[in-house]
């Protein structure tokens, strides 16, 4: 039978190697989940001419009186 400290040792010890071994199944995943993800690149700006939008319309008659 162990005493307490060493209780307290081994359950540590188990903690540390249980957490780890989740840390390695995590990045594992992660990593083969990126490589499943395609990269995707902004597409160039597209610039249009043209008058589709609302044009202002003065008038070049001084009304006003």
Known sequence: MLTAQGRRERAYAHYVARSS????????????LRARIPELFP?????????????????SEGGGE
Do not use: W
Not at 43 to 48: A, G, I, Q
Not at 49 to 54: H, I, K, N, R, V
């Open 43 to 59: 597409s160039p700006p597209v610039v249009t001419t043209g008058t589709s939008g609302p044009e202002s319309v003065t008038s």
């Open 21 to 32: 071994k989740g840390r390695v199944k995590q990045q594992r995943r992660l990593s083969s």
